[in-house]
């Protein structure tokens, strides 16, 4: 029979590829947690004990070697008996590569269930790493290796789709992506009376998406009844992409408990106690009977002994079922500062250098940047306060602090990791900008580094003028194009240099304890990004850049947010600004201009971004859509922002965006890496992937559609009279 109170454990852990023993320590610190708070079941990320983003490593045999090297060491610490374990782990099985669930208790293995459904669109290969486990509810021997064997004291244990059952329950595992697809295991689950489903994830995080990720979890279990336990990592694994956690653990459609989306634990447990009781009244209610009852999909179910809800535990009265709460969701700018912050924190600890160079121009992109540093900072000092002590050591670590004297505040942190440099040019740079940057390095008191790049411009000129027996002119003096382009990109060009130079020498150049590196963050968003409007190999060349996926809409809400959640006053002018390269000489009458140079407006970038990549539409579809989303007979609509433009004008607009896009899309190949917040993210690496060498879109076919489509509507509207 068994009692009816189960509490159980589920957990973010910041996981780091091929970290073997730091991993298994962190796997091994949650299940004490757990056990600590009274927990009989624990469930982990998925493929814990590697780190999610292993990616082609899944390939080699050392990783399936040492994952079971890992799983009997785990297995043979006592301090971790007492408590089902749902582990995350690869297992070659009759040789095929599987992302696999290992069910454990006492040092001993109960099941292992292999992922069925495989995560595979977007950043995710798991199809090129795995094969699915493609027979629902059917298990067969695997064959245990001879030192889990030998602990194992049998020779062989189950390997497939089962459940668990203990005296009073039955749950059962299902991973990650197997609970965003419309047939997801947990159905037929719940049909057939498992009661607890265990789901362990390797979610990465973009803007808005907990939403989805909550409705789908909640949805789960409101429609069939039931616990969820939710696992994830949380944090940078060695790829560009944040995991944000968010631990939960869900009864009958309402959350009970829910862990941090963003934050610096390395270990953070979550932990409920359900009522079982709970889930049978709830099915008995909603209409489920029927389809249960004649539902063919019968599990095969692993007896243990082993009880979750002790009946003695029930005589006690303290202890209660926790009550439902309301999801926490962090509105959307605050997610960029916590991801970009925590992200940037575990990049920099992990790769040992000794902190951040950011080139800022006094412009909105460079400013977003420091200001993520920044958040980086403000999340770290929260962090010591809270005593968390890997934070602690990895400040004093960066700081090298010999006294133990740890920073006081953000601004103090900042000045020891975080350099700011302004390279301006005597004619193109304004004291606009130069000032922005030199306010807000004050009031976020980095280590601010003021000078101009003349001479080495002058120098380098020379190379072409006594080389050549030619002097390139701006066009403002006279100069034809490609000559105002040589001479634009050679400054750009320049500044890059001048970046890593600093970078390297400035923590020695400072007296810095231990010397080191900084590493040079870059600022290109996404509509420069896709429009091509940056220098290739210029500062948009850097060593990582934290906001490389976000577009200027959702970076100017940032801005706009951190103005006044973060006090920086300062904020205001860089949202003011009108935007500009400074890359060519200011006169009387002429300053440049991003919008008038590209021909479009950041807005218009934002929509063609979104629609490219989201909506999947080319050259013609978008024509398609933006001639009504545009349309100029929606001027006077209330309440419509949208620009408005003829029809005509919809298709120079259109194709001017696919030209632009077609002849810099190399740019994109050689790209900074940047971290993934966006599915409408350019990143041609591992994200957005596409051909770089594009016939003439003016000629194409696409851009003739697009002109008899125009023909058409022209017609009409002329018939019409408009
Ligand atoms: N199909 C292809 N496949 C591979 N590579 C190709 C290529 N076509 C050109 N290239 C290469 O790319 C080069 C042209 O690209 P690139 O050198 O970037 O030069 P380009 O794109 O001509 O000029 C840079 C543009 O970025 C603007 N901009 C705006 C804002 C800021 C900044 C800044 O830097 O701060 C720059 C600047 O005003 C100018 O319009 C060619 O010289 C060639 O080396
Ligand atoms: N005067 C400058 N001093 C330092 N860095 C600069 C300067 N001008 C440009 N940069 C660097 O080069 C990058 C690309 O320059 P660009 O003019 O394209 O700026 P952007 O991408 O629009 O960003 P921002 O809004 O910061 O100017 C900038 O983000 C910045 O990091
Ligand atoms: N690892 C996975 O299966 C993750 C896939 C899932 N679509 C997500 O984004 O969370």
């Not at 301090?79 to 599987?98: A, F, K, Q």
């Not at 949805?219 to 790829?239: H, I, M, W």
């Not at 740079?429 to 790049?453: M, P």
């Amino acid at each position: 029979m068994g009692g009816h109170l189960v509490t159980v454990a589920t957990c973010n852990l910041n996981q780091w590829v091929l970290d073997w023993e730091g991993n298994l320590n962190r796997i091994v610190e949650s299940i004490h947690i757990a056990k600590a708070a009274g927990a009989r079941l624990r469930v982990g990320p998925e493929l814990e004990i590697t780190g999610y983003s292993a990616l082609d490593h899944f390939h080699e045999l050392d990783v399936y070697t040492h994952s079971l090297e890992m799983l009997s060491i785990l297995l043979q610490d006592e301090s971790t008996h007492g408590i089902l374990l749902d582990i995350g782990m690869p297992i070659l099985h009759r040789n095929l590569r599987y992302n696999c669930r290992v069910i454990c208790l006492d040092g001993k293995i109960l099941l292992i269930r292999p992922k069925m459904w495989l995560a595979n669109d977007g950043n995710y290969r798991e199809m090129r790493h795995f094969t699915p486990w493609m027979r629902p509810r059917e298990t067969e021997l695997f064959h245990l290796p001879k030192m889990l064997a030998e602990l194992q004291g049998e020779t062989h244990v189950l390997f497939g789709d089962a459940v668990i059952s203990t005296p009073e329950t039955a749950f059962g595992a299902e991973t990650c992506e197997e609970l965003f697809t419309p047939k997801a295991p947990h159905i037929d689950m719940a049909l057939d009376g498992v009661e607890i489903i265990t789901n362990s994830s390797g979610s990465h995080f973009t803007l808005r998406k907990l939403d989805t990720r909550l409705q789908l979890i909640m949805e789960a279990t409101r429609k069939s009844g039931g616990v969820y336990l939710y696992a994830n990592q949380q944090g940078c694994d060695g790829e560009r992409l944040y995991f944000d956690g968010c631990a939960m653990i869900i009864v009958n459609g309402d959350i009970v408990a829910q862990g941090s989306q963003f934050g610096l634990k390395d270990v953070e447990v979550v932990t409920a106690t359900v009522d079982l009781e709970e889930v049978r009244s709830y099915r008995a209610a909603i209409s489920r009977g029927l389809q249960a009852a004649t539902s063919d999909a019968r599990y095969q179910r692993i007896q243990t002994p082993f009880e979750l809800a002790p009946e003695d535990d029930d005589a006690d009265i303290e202890k209660r079922p926790t009550l439902p709460m309301q999801p926490r969701v962090h509105p959307v700018e605050e997610e960029i500062a916590l991801s970009g912050g925590c992200y940037l924190w575990d990049y920099l600890r992990r790769s040992g250098t000794a902190g951040y160079l950011v080139p800022l121009s006094g412009g909105i992109d460079s400013c977003a940047t420091a200001v993520i540093v920044y958040s980086m900072c403000r999340i770290v000092m929260d962090a010591v306060e809270e005593e968390n002590q890997q934070v602690i050591e990895d400040v004093k670590r960066l700081c090298q602090y010999s006294q133990g004297v740890l920073p006081k505040t953000p601004q103090e942190l900042c000045n020891q990791i975080f350099t700011t440099i302004y390279m301006g040019m005597k004619k193109q740079s304004s004291r606009d900008t130069r000032q922005r940057a030199k306010d807000l390095a004050e009031a976020i008191g980095s280590h601010h580094v003021n000078l101009d790049i003349d001479e080495v411009y002058e120098a380098q000129k020379k190379l072409v003028v006594n080389t050549l027996n030619f002097e390139p002119r701006f066009e403002v003096e006279g100069g034809s194009n490609q000559e105002n382009l040589t001479l634009q990109c050679l400054q750009a060009r320049i500044r890059m240099v001048t970046a890593y130079e600093f970078g390297q020498i400035l923590p020695t150049a400072r007296g810095r304890p231990g010397g080191g590196s900084l590493l040079v963050l870059g600022s290109a968003n996404v509509g420069e990004s896709l429009r091509g409007y940056l220098t290739k190999y210029d500062c948009s060349s850097a060593d990582i850049n934290p906001i490389g996926s976000i577009d200027k809409a959702d970076l100017k809400r940032f801005i706009a947010w951190a103005e006044k959640e973060f006090d920086l006053p300062c904020l205001h002018e860089f949202l003011t600004a009108v935007p500009t390269a400074e890359l060519e000489p200011i006169t009387e009458n002429y300053v440049q201009s991003d919008e008038a140079d590209m021909g479009m407006t950041y807005e218009e970038l934002t929509t063609f971004g979104r629609l490219r990549k989201l909506n999947k539409l080319g050259p013609f579809a978008m024509f398609q859509r933006l001639v009504h989303d545009w349309s100029i007979d929606r001027k006077h609509v209330e309440g419509d922002t949208a620009p408005h433009y003829t029809p005509a004008q919809v298709a120079e607009k259109v194709k001017r965006f696919f030209h632009f896009y077609a002849i810099n899309r190399h740019k994109m190949t050689t790209l900074t890496p940047a971290l993934h917040c966006n599915d409408y993210s350019p990143d041609d690496n591992r994200f957005d992937l596409r051909p770089f060498l594009y016939p003439n879109f003016w000629k194409s076919w696409s851009f003739k559609r697009i002109d008899m489509e125009l023909k058409k509507i022209e017609k009409k509207r002329a018939s019409k009279g408009k």
